[in-house]
């Protein structure tokens, strides 16, 4: 992912959630073999035997890696000048029963909130210092909208949604998303029950159960990135 994508993320983070949140991605295809070793060595020892164990595809443990790489790097950048920086490799990511990844080091959990997405070839991690219920989610904006996307509305919401545009259906989509990821369980094919319940240009709520998220989604040429974290 170029240096403007970045620059355009981490800038649209700060003006929409304050100082307290950073983005990092790559693009899986054409990595530099530098890139590739440096996340190599940037895995704890135990993240090293979950490497070696992953019987996933080849994209999908990719995916994986950059991500651990991603989501540490954030970790480091949120430090700033903050003392002495922990190496990469001393940066754990966990996941508790329901996946939600988490951050620690010697064991201890650490305060700054992790989100992960990808898609096929794109990979984002982003830390909150602002808040634990975080959640991110990137698509690429030309997806081609498929049959899935009926299925992802209730009978409500594609009656509030039957003017938008593939574009604004599929910010629906990520809204729903990152609020879930926000909460902690994700969708699990519990579409319906994450329902967009507001829907304008500047955000999203998102109601599940009693609950309510608020999603704010940046726009680029070839992206939609939503975050849900108050
Ligand atoms: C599981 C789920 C959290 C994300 O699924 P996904 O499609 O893999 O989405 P993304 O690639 O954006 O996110 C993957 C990341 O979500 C994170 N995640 C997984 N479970 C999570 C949870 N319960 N809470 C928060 N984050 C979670 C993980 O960190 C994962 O990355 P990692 O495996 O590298 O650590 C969930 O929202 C879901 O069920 N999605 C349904 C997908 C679907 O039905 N698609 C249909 C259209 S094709």
């Given at each position: 992912m170029s240096e403007s994508f970045h620059k355009t993320l981490n800038n649209w983070l700060k003006d929409q959630f304050g100082t307290g949140l950073h983005a990092r991605g790559f693009a899986?295809?054409?990595?530099?073999e530098d890139t590739k070793a440096k996340a190599l060595q940037s895995l704890s020892p135990q993240e090293q035997t979950q490497w070696q164990d992953f019987s996933d595809l080849h994209k999908r443990r990719e995916q994986w890696l950059l991500a651990r790489l991603a989501a540490k790097i954030c970790y480091t950048d949120s430090l700033?000048?903050?003392?002495t920086r922990p190496s990469l490799s001393q940066i754990e990511i966990i996941k508790n029963q329901s996946g939600k990844p988490f951050l620690q080091i010697n064991k201890k959990p650490l305060a700054t909130a992790l989100s992960i997405t990808h898609t096929d070839e794109y990979v984002v991690a982003a830390t909150s210092q602002?808040?634990?219920?975080f959640g991110i989610d990137l698509e690429i904006k030309t997806r081609p909208i498929g049959d899935w996307i009926g299925r992802a509305f209730s009978r409500k919401e594609s009656q509030m949604l039957k003017d938008c545009s593939p574009t604004q259906l599929l910010r629906c989509w990520t809204a729903k998303e990152a609020a879930s990821k926000a909460f902690g369980t994700g969708l699990h094919g519990r579409w319906?029950?994450?329902?967009?319940a507001e829907f304008d240009s500047d955000q999203i709520i998102i109601k599940f159960e009693d609950h309510e998220f608020k999603v704010r989604t940046l726009e680029t040429e070839a992206f939609l990135f939503s975050v849900c974290g108050e």
């Amino acid at each position: 992912m170029s240096e403007s994508f970045h620059k355009t993320l981490n800038n649209w983070l700060k003006d929409q959630f304050g100082t307290g949140l950073h983005a990092r991605g790559f693009a899986i295809q054409n990595l530099p073999e530098d890139t590739k070793a440096k996340a190599l060595q940037s895995l704890s020892p135990q993240e090293q035997t979950q490497w070696q164990d992953f019987s996933d595809l080849h994209k999908r443990r990719e995916q994986w890696l950059l991500a651990r790489l991603a989501a540490k790097i954030c970790y480091t950048d949120s430090l700033q000048d903050q003392g002495t920086r922990p190496s990469l490799s001393q940066i754990e990511i966990i996941k508790n029963q329901s996946g939600k990844p988490f951050l620690q080091i010697n064991k201890k959990p650490l305060a700054t909130a992790l989100s992960i997405t990808h898609t096929d070839e794109y990979v984002v991690a982003a830390t909150s210092q602002n808040t634990n219920k975080f959640g991110i989610d990137l698509e690429i904006k030309t997806r081609p909208i498929g049959d899935w996307i009926g299925r992802a509305f209730s009978r409500k919401e594609s009656q509030m949604l039957k003017d938008c545009s593939p574009t604004q259906l599929l910010r629906c989509w990520t809204a729903k998303e990152a609020a879930s990821k926000a909460f902690g369980t994700g969708l699990h094919g519990r579409w319906h029950a994450w329902q967009v319940a507001e829907f304008d240009s500047d955000q999203i709520i998102i109601k599940f159960e009693d609950h309510e998220f608020k999603v704010r989604t940046l726009e680029t040429e070839a992206f939609l990135f939503s975050v849900c974290g108050e």
